[in-house]
């Protein structure tokens, strides 16, 4: 398994700012995924992210909205950009398995905007 | 498209109680299933790992099932714990690396 550590862990930001979080993990992966997680919703799959190329988004998110950076193997970072309240949720990170179709998940960053 | 369903979305019962959390997909070309836990405002803890091979798996008070052909798993949680209560999810890996989530249950033990 992987160990995975989330900065910040919770957050409260004014709207229109940005807020930048950041995914480490202690192991080299070469996939990493960022989710968002609103309020009494499940988790929806923002974007995944390979190390060395651009990060694939899913539908309804964007590249201006969801800025992601991944410089090595074992981190990244996401940002919210141009935040509103709409923003508030529970962004998590993961990590792919190894040997087997699963993914190890971050402590999630709490994000309340205000 | 595969949906992923869970039932009840919100449970609360007595400390002791046996309980059963249920899980639905409508694509039974499945390689995995993983039940998670999570607690308010935190990240997922992997509880039990199904692979499609396979029919349940355990762990202490917990056994999860799964029937591929009709589409189910359960989740069973024997003689709750108030340290039980968290939401439950339930997510299934069909052929890709992204896998789709239900939207859990949200479970109360009361002392």
């Known amino acids: 398994s992987a160990v995975i550590s989330q900065k910040p862990s919770r957050d409260i930001c004014q709207r229109g700012t940005s807020l930048t979080i950041q995914c480490q993990v202690d192991?080299?992966?070469?996939?990493m995924f960022w989710y968002r997680q609103q309020p009494g919703q499940s988790l929806t799959l923002i974007a995944t992210?390979?190390?060395?190329?651009?990060?694939?988004?899913e539908s309804g998110f964007v590249i201006d909205k969801f800025p992601i950076s991944r410089p090595n193997l074992t981190f990244s970072t996401l940002t919210v950009s141009n935040m509103s309240p709409e923003d508030s949720s529970i962004y998590l990170c993961?990590?792919?398995?190894?040997?087997?179709?699963?993914?190890?998940f971050g402590p999630g960053t709490r994000l309340l905007v205000l | 498209k595969q949906e992923v369903t869970q039932i009840p979305a919100a449970l609360s019962v007595p400390e002791g109680e046996n309980l059963v959390l249920n899980c639905s997909f409508t694509d039974s070309a499945i390689y995995n299933l993983q039940w998670f836990r999570q607690d308010p405002g935190k990240g997922l803890t992997s509880l039990l790992l199904i692979q499609s091979s396979q029919r349940e798996q355990t762990s202490g008070r917990l056994n999860a099932s799964l029937d591929k052909s009709s589409g189910r798993s359960t989740l069973y949680i024997a003689a709750s714990q108030p340290g039980d209560s968290a939401t439950y999810l339930c997510?299934?890996?069909?052929?890709?690396?992204?896998?789709?989530f239900g939207r859990g249950t949200s479970l109360i033990v009361h002392p």
């Open positions: 993961s990590v792919e398995g190894t040997g087997v179709e699963t993914q190890y």
């Open positions: 992210a390979n190390q060395g190329s651009e990060a694939t988004y």
């Open positions: 997510a299934v890996w069909g052929g890709s690396y992204i896998p789709t």
């Open positions: 192991s080299q992966v070469t996939m």
